[in-house]
């Protein structure tokens, strides 16, 4: 659970786009698409929240209903939270979630319209939030995931509505044959800006293992009985770091933004560090 203290911070902070901002007009977002402010494009019913400044009058006074004008270049942008609700995940529950209560929260205090989904062999998906009220019911859908699901991530990505454009935030520890790059290689190419959060536990990152063990594989439920000594260990951080180098690559390649969340103890703390890292936030 974030603090109050630390929510305030985000409220200071706004999420980076890159490439054309796409979505429904009336947020706080310039788009790239041609037209200016004083270009008006449509009607959308009023809803809680929106700048009264917009309201209509004359519709109103026709119809009796509250309609806010709507212009070309005042867009809010959609950001997609995808969420790995495979069972690997399950011992970095409370850190998955916290992280994507506060990239969700970033969205929403940014104006920008917001779903969120569980990628499984049974995807979840939430509906749209539009504004920072919107935060507990983000809070909520977090909070319902189970992270049970068996399958490759891509699946799970593939049953998510994809919007024309629009920004990504990919949260997953990248277990799974091929898992991350054929994920960004299909965001690519549904023209996503795509921001990959990364996370592990300590215990993957600094395992404190010794002895006879029986090892389980969260995501296949296989058993693997292993003798660990020192030899083991250092195999296995060999491969560790093959492992996260091969992510970061994949992201380098394709244009992807990559944010490490490796063992993380305290979030508040290292979570904006990260961001800034990347260039996925601006602000103060």
């Known amino acids: 659970m974030l603090s109050e203290n630390f929510l305030h911070r985000l409220d200071g902070l706004s999420l980076n786009l890159e490439g054309r901002v796409q979505g429904g007009a009336g947020g706080q977002r310039k788009s790239r698409d041609p037209g200016v402010s004083s270009e008006f494009s449509d009607y959308r019913e009023y809803t809680p929240g929106d700048d009264l400044r917009r309201l209509d009058w004359t519709v109103f006074a026709r119809t009796g209903r509250l309609?806010?004008?709507?212009?070309?270049?005042d867009q809010d942008s959609r950001v997609m939270l995808l969420l790995d609700g495979s069972r690997s995940m399950q011992a970095k529950a409370e850190l998955l979630k916290d992280a994507a209560m506060a990239l969700g929260y970033l969205a929403l205090s940014g104006?920008?319209?917001?779903?969120?989904?569980?990628?499984?062999?049974?995807?979840?998906?939430?509906r749209t939030m539009t504004a920072r009220r919107d935060a507990p019911v983000l809070a909520a859908f977090l909070n319902a995931g189970v992270m049970d699901g068996t399958g490759e991530l891509l699946t799970g990505l593939r049953a998510c509505p994809m919007h024309q454009r629009g920004l990504c935030l990919l949260l997953t520890d990248g277990y799974g044959d091929q898992t991350v790059p054929e994920c960004l290689?299909?965001?690519?190419?549904?023209?996503?800006?795509?921001?990959?959060?990364?996370?592990?536990s300590r215990e993957e990152m600094t395992p404190e293992l010794e002895g006879a063990l029986e090892l389980r594989d969260a995501e296949k439920q296989e058993r693997t009985?292993?003798?660990?000594?020192?030899?083991?260990l250092r195999q296995y951080r060999k491969a560790r770091d093959h492992f996260l180098a091969q992510t970061r690559e994949a992201c380098m390649k394709r244009g992807v933004r990559y944010v490490p969340l490796l063992g993380e103890e305290n979030l508040?703390?290292?979570l904006l560090p990260h961001l800034q890292r990347a260039q996925v936030i601006s602000g103060v």
């Open 67 to 73: 309609y806010l004008k709507q212009f070309m270049d």
């Open 185 to 200: 290689d299909f965001l690519r190419a549904h023209r996503q800006s795509v921001v990959l959060v990364q996370i592990l």
């Open 225 to 232: 009985p292993l003798v660990v000594q020192e030899d083991v």
């Open 268 to 270: 508040e703390k290292s």
């Open 111 to 126: 104006g920008d319209r917001l779903q969120a989904a569980w990628l499984s062999d049974r995807t979840e998906c939430s």
